[in-house]
Structures are given as structure tokens and as C-alpha cells.
């Protein structure tokens, strides 16, 4: 006869361990929200363009009637490259944040490090992101249009947006789960950090004394890092900024983790 042995704090001291263990629960959420994203879908993985790129089209029309500066790069490529982690980061905030309540039969049954459930859809979220960025080569190509030998650093940005994506992504998931009313509050969020964000202006276009404030935006760093990488010319990098943005994004990943943790062993009631 088997015996079931419950040791109290078991689970907690082999946390970190047991997310290595669950990693093919981890593939398997990851690759479920890929193939549900675009089931039954005529586009399929289409929309994966289609979303960033009619958004391109209508920021590029705005930035030719007001005239907007571009750092001498052409004007789609500017704002495709702020779409770019803009939507990456959108999309993985809100997918991670409704996460724990779309798996709460799985949540309320299993035992798992609850923690990979929301990093799974900033898996989904990434794979979109890489869909997307063949189209800005191409686009690049159709501009005759080469980088800078700063396209090197690339990966340090896309990682910058990853980690900024996980952590807010952490806190919404952790209090959507007791406050729903986060669902309404995650789209208004989402909305309204398109405009706080220079993805249709340049950050040198904001006066100098808020600029550091403005690098509070933990994506500000981000797109200046993407369009500095990617572009050079004229977007260059305000480094105090960078560096504000740098220090948001570890705080927001650090207590993300730590809040979430704090909130786990209540998920399986409250959910």
C-alpha cells in the first residue's frame, strides 16, 4: 500500500527546483496557447502582421500630416519599429493577466509552480514578436535601408522588453485573480501607454527636464533602444533615460516575482 506524505513547507523549499521540473507543462501551455490563438482562424498567423501593420499604416499618416520627425529614417520604418516591442508588450500583458483565471481548473486541481503559467504566454507573445519581425526586414529591404553596426545590441533590448513584459505581466495576473475588475482596467492601461510611449514621437522631442521622468515608462527605453539599434541617424539614446527605464523594469520584475509569490498559495481558494 502506497502512503501520501505531506511534509509542511515541502513544496516551498523545492519551489525553484519544480520549475525545472514542470518545464513540459511549461512547452505544453505555451504551445496550447499558440495553437488556440489561431484555431479556426482564416488569416492563422497572418494577424501576426496584419495587427502591427495597420497600425503602422494609420501612425504613418498621422506622422505625414503633422509632419513628425523620423531621425532621417522613412517614416513606416520609424513607427514599425516602435510597434514592434510595443505590441509584444501589450499583447504579453494582457494574455499574461487574464492567464490564471483562463487555467483555473488546472489551478484549483494540480499542484505546479504556479509561475509558469503566466511565463508560458510571454512565450506565445515572443513567437508573434518573431513572426512580426520578418515583415521589418522585409520592410527594410524594400526601403534599401541598412543598420547600424548597432543592430548588435538588439538582443540586450528585445531582453530590456521581455523583462519589463513579465513583470507587469506578474502583477496583473497576481490581482486580477482576487480583483477582476482588472479586466477592464488592463485594455484602459494598455490604451493609454501607446500615447505615453514615443511611438509616434521621438523622446528628444520631450523637453529636457521631464525626460527623465519620462524614462519612468519602462517601454521608453525600449523603443529608443529598438530605433537606436535599428535605425541610428537621428534616434539616438537618451542614456539618463535608458538607465531610468533600466532600473523601472528590474524593480518591476523583482517585486512582480516577489508579490506573486506572496499571493500564490491563495490562487487554488480565491480562483
Same mark, same amino acid.
Request: charged share 15%; hydrophobic share 55%; net charge positive.
Given at each position: ?66 509632419? /513628425? ?20 508588450? =501589450? ?6 493577466? =487574464? ?27 515572443? #513567437? ?33 522588453? #521581455? ?35 514615443? #511611438? ?15 524614462? /519612468? ?12 539599434? /535599428? ?38 481558494? #480565491?480562483?
Amino acid at each position: 500500500m502506497n502512503e501520501l506524505i505531506i511534509e509542511a513547507g515541502r513544496t516551498e523549499k523545492n519551489y525553484w527546483r519544480d520549475l525545472w521540473r514542470y518545464r513540459e507543462l511549461f512547452y505544453f501551455l505555451a504551445w496550447r496557447d499558440l495553437l488556440v490563438r489561431y484555431k479556426q482562424t482564416v488569416v492563422g498567423v497572418g494577424w501576426a502582421f496584419i495587427k502591427p501593420f495597420s497600425t503602422m499604416l494609420i501612425l504613418t499618416m498621422i506622422g505625414k500630416v503633422a509632419k /513628425l520627425p523620423s531621425g532621417g529614417a522613412p517614416y513606416p520604418l520609424f513607427a514599425f519599429c516602435a510597434m514592434l516591442p510595443w505590441q509584444f508588450f =501589450s499583447s504579453a500583458l494582457s494574455e499574461s493577466g =487574464s492567464s490564471l483565471v483562463a487555467n483555473s481548473n488546472l489551478i484549483s486541481k494540480v499542484y505546479f509552480p504556479r509561475l509558469i503559467v503566466p511565463a508560458s504566454t510571454i512565450i506565445t507573445g515572443f #513567437v508573434d514578436f518573431l513572426i512580426s519581425s520578418v515583415f521589418l526586414v522585409a520592410l527594410m529591404f524594400w526601403y534599401h535601408f541598412m543598420p547600424p553596426a548597432t543592430v548588435v545590441l538588439l538582443p540586450c533590448f528585445v531582453l530590456l522588453a #521581455v523583462a519589463a513584459s513579465f513583470g507587469a505581466g506578474l502583477w496583473i495576473a497576481a490581482l486580477m485573480v482576487e480583483y477582476r475588475d482588472f479586466r477592464n482596467i488592463v485594455p484602459f492601461i494598455v490604451q493609454f501607454g501607446l500615447y505615453a510611449s514615443p #511611438v509616434i514621437l521621438m523622446t528628444s522631442r520631450v523637453p529636457e527636464p521631464w525626460r527623465l521622468i519620462y524614462g /519612468l515608462n519602462p517601454m521608453v527605453g525600449v523603443i529608443d533602444g529598438f530605433r537606436w539599434c /535599428l535605425l541610428g541617424g537621428g534616434n539616438t539614446l537618451y542614456w539618463p533615460g535608458l538607465m531610468m527605464s533600466v532600473l523601472c523594469t528590474t524593480f518591476l520584475l523583482v517585486t512582480g516575482i516577489w508579490y506573486f509569490r506572496r499571493t500564490e498559495k491563495t490562487f487554488a481558494d #480565491v480562483i
